[in-house]
């Protein structure tokens, strides 16, 4: 054998090796990286039915839909402290009763939580600054005008 077959071989089983070790998935990891907090495929199925209990699906779209739980886990991942990060593990982990219940069961868990818990303090307002801030409500719901505005120059003036 010679150098330059045995280098192209060489090359050939590492690109393999990338390959194999990047299309290996852990199939209980979510669905989107985060660097700071761990969480497991059932605690974003968790969050996904706690978030769709706050904002449901009526004649628009829904949380799950417009999927604001990836919006939250982000946000918990990269903007808040250790400490909340902490908060919202542990809440999260509190609430692991609330699988597979209903929407309406999930809303009075939230509700008996209160304003006081910060678990569903930071969860209701990540939920609600993610649909404010969606592509949704952005195109559908609220209407946006270029400053300096629509210019309106027979407008009648009372004295």
Do not use: W
Not at 3 to 22: D, E, N, P
Not at 37 to 63: F, H, N, Q, R, Y
Not at 128 to 144: A, D
């Amino acid at each position: 054998m010679d150098r330059r077959s045995a280098i192209k071989q060489m090359f050939v089983l590492a690109g393999g090796m990338m390959i194999a070790t990047s299309c290996s998935t852990d199939g209980n990891a979510t669905s989107i990286i985060l660097n700071n907090i761990k969480m497991s495929a059932s605690d974003e199925a968790l969050l996904a039915d706690i978030v769709e209990a706050i904002i449901p699906e009526t004649d628009s779209p829904g949380a799950k839909t417009l999927q604001l739980h990836l919006f939250v886990m982000k946000m918990v991942d990269d903007c808040h402290s250790p400490e909340d990060q902490e908060l919202f593990l542990k809440g999260l982990k509190d609430a692991k009763d609330l699988s597979g219940k209903s929407i309406a069961e999930t809303a009075t868990y939230m509700q008996q939580l209160g304003p006081k818990d910060g678990f569903a303090k930071m969860i209701k307002e990540r939920t609600v600054q993610g649909y404010l801030n969606s592509e949704y409500v952005m195109k559908n719901k609220l209407i946006y005008e270029l400053v300096p505005g629509r210019y309106d120059g027979a407008v009648k003036v009372n004295s």
